[in-house]
């Protein structure tokens, strides 16, 4: 069974930083696709970034030179540096992995930025 466990969440303030972790289980994930989504109230769920097996990153605009993403082939992790955190970044940020035709979702993590 596959399982997406993310950590890392939380409070924090403007120009702050945190760290997201997904670990994935249940089947090899070395050529998949590994990102981060986030929801906010009342919007849609939209792509941060993801990055492919090779490492290649992409990025949504609004994040880029803020955020930076890593994956740990071996672990099957992937990781969301998140720095100079703006009042727009709050959401449900959910860990997703493109695996062939299927993909999964983490249960999300909360990220509040307020002082």
């Known amino acids: 069974q596959v399982q997406l466990v993310e950590s890392g969440g939380g409070l924090v303030q403007p120009g702050g930083s945190l760290r997201l972790s997904c670990a994935a289980s249940g089947k090899d994930f070395s050529s998949a696709i590994m990102g981060w989504y986030r929801q906010a109230p009342g919007k849609q769920r939209d792509l941060v970034a993801h990055?492919?097996?090779?490492?290649?990153?992409n990025y949504e605009y609004s994040v880029r030179g803020r955020f930076a993403i890593s994956r740990d082939n071996a672990k099957d992790t992937v990781s969301l540096q998140m720095n100079s955190l703006k009042p727009e970044d709050p959401a449900v940020y959910y860990c997703?992995?493109?695996?062939?035709?299927?993909?999964?979702w983490g249960r999300g993590t909360q990220v509040t930025v307020s002082s």
């Open positions: 997703n992995v493109l695996s062939g035709s299927d993909v999964y």
């Open positions: 990055i492919r097996s090779d490492g290649r990153p």
